[in-house]
């Protein structure tokens, strides 16, 4: 069986939490595709050519609480912007949304520009006070700066040319800015149970 979950959004709107149980329930193969680009954007900091970068990345570049900080986030959001870097990685995505058995992937481009063609497509979205609150959470410091980090990367992320962050026209949006997590992952099961059954 072929079907792809793609789940984009902004930066901390819940997609990883959502993506983590969507393949746990259906038993899917999970790409979280922002790991591309920070494992990308840790090597350029540490001297490496971005496209080349790219093109050689490996499972093992992938793993390591380095990437989580946000100064990687603004790493990978930066190199995200570069065609060179995205067309890179496009091939190995589209293969894995593809796979026999199923695939979830969240990202900022899943349901426009790496598989138009999946089965479900779902926005996750929340206002960038609430996700800057999360991610506080999570990292600490200050949290006016963890929000000026939020806007400046969505201002980048969704401002870039090639690929930008936007909601597929035929993509349900789940706002989480005030519904609780568990209730969106309960509104996502039902959307990708539907679509199963009208699948097989
Ligand atoms: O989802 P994340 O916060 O780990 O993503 C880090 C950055 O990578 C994000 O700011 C933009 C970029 N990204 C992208 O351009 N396309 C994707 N499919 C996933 C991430």
Known sequence: ????????????????????????????????TGLLYRAVGAKVAGGAEPEAAALALQPADLAGDHLRTLEAGQAASKVAALPGVRAALVQFQRNFARREGGAVLD???IGTVICPEAEVK???????EVRAHRRWLEVGGDEARVL????????????????????????????????????VVGQALGIITARLRETR
């Open 107 to 109: 990202g900022r481009d």
């Open 122 to 128: 779902l926005f996750v979205t929340a206002t960038p």
């Open 148 to 183: 000026a980090e939020v806007r400046e990367r969505d201002a980048r992320d969704m401002g870039r040319a090639d690929a930008p962050l936007a909601a597929a026209a035929d993509a349900v949006v789940l706002d989480t800015s005030t519904l609780d997590i568990e209730t």
């Open 1 to 32: 069986m072929i079907f792809t979950v793609a789940i984009d959004g902004p930066a901390a709107a819940g997609k990883g939490t959502l993506s983590r149980a969507v393949a746990e329930r259906f038993g899917f193969a999970h790409l979280d």
